[in-house]
């Protein structure tokens, strides 16, 4: 089966925080990307909220449950207090960790388990006795150490860090070398246990290539490069243009 597409809304979310009104409507642009075939959600909120705003989340749950109870809902972020509440109030189906620092502009790292083992220990026990799927964000070439210790620590999937493939838009021999990485990465993943999601940078124009070296891919989530295409074809179109890339 294609990797599912979680559609992130981030980059809507701060379209609209542009003004203190609320258009584009986060929920509105959610709920055209499920009717047009989206298997999921995606928001990373920030401790500045200056994409999505903590009061987001409950109106995307109540969008997913009363009119898409069957897709799924994937916040991601780093396990503050703060974001463990929120992910405890929203009950999303998948927490996606990431090593982000507040006053990072994107997400550019995968998480080093042996020097946060015992925050990851801490925090992934508690998700899972909440009962949520975790996913953790990790480099594109994450050791097998580093794979072992996220089973150990109790991670269900990992997220491939796909920004440096992004980055080579412009260069194919470079993106064949971070295509292979990434293609290892998820091997070496694969074999203990750990199923695979991918994100960061993510295009119509990437997905086939990916998806050809990482076939095992349960998920991609994308929000930059969706959202700008959505600009030129609309949001529907555009979420098409993306489930055709990843073969559906
Ligand atoms: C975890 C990750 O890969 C990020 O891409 C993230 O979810 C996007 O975050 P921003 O939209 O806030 O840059
Ligand atoms: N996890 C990656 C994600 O949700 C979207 O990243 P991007 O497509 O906005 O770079």
């Not at 009104?21 to 642009?29: F, N, Q, R």
């Not at 959610?30 to 994409?51: E, I, N, S």
């Not at 070439?141 to 493939?165: I, K, N, Q």
Request: some cysteine; overall charge negative; hydrophobic content about 40%.
């Amino acid at each position: 089966m294609p990797a599912k597409l979680s559609v992130n809304l981030n980059a809507v979310a701060m379209l609209r925080n542009r003004r203190n009104l609320p258009w584009p409507s986060v929920t509105g642009i959610g709920r055209l990307a499920l009717a047009a075939g989206a298997d999921g959600l995606t928001v990373h909120p920030r401790p500045d909220q200056r994409h999505i705003r903590f009061s987001d989340l409950p109106e995307i749950r109540a969008l997913l449950d009363d009119e898409f109870p069957d897709r799924e809902f994937n916040i991601e972020g780093y396990p503050s207090e703060e974001f463990l509440r929120l992910v405890e109030e929203t009950q999303p189906e998948q927490v996606t960790l990431v090593p982000d620092s507040p006053e990072q502009n994107t997400s550019d790292h995968g998480w080093c388990f042996r020097d946060n083992r015992e925050l990851l220990a801490r925090v992934i026990e508690r998700l899972k006795k909440g009962g949520f799927r975790v996913s953790c964000f990790v480099d594109p070439d994450a050791s097998h150490e580093e794979l072992s210790l996220a089973r150990e620590l109790g991670a269900d999937r990992v997220e491939l860090c796909t920004g440096p493939y992004g980055a080579c838009h412009d260069d194919q021999a470079r993106a064949v070398a971070e295509l292979k990485k990434l293609q290892a990465t998820a091997e070496r993943a694969r074999s203990l246990g750990l199923a695979v999601n991918a994100g960061h940078d993510l295009t119509v124009d990437n997905l086939p290539a990916l998806v050809r070296h990482v076939p095992m891919l349960a998920e991609v989530s994308i929000g930059h490069a969706l959202t700008a295409d959505a600009l030129i074809h609309g949001i529907s179109e555009t979420v098409r243009r993306y489930r055709a890339a990843l073969g559906w």
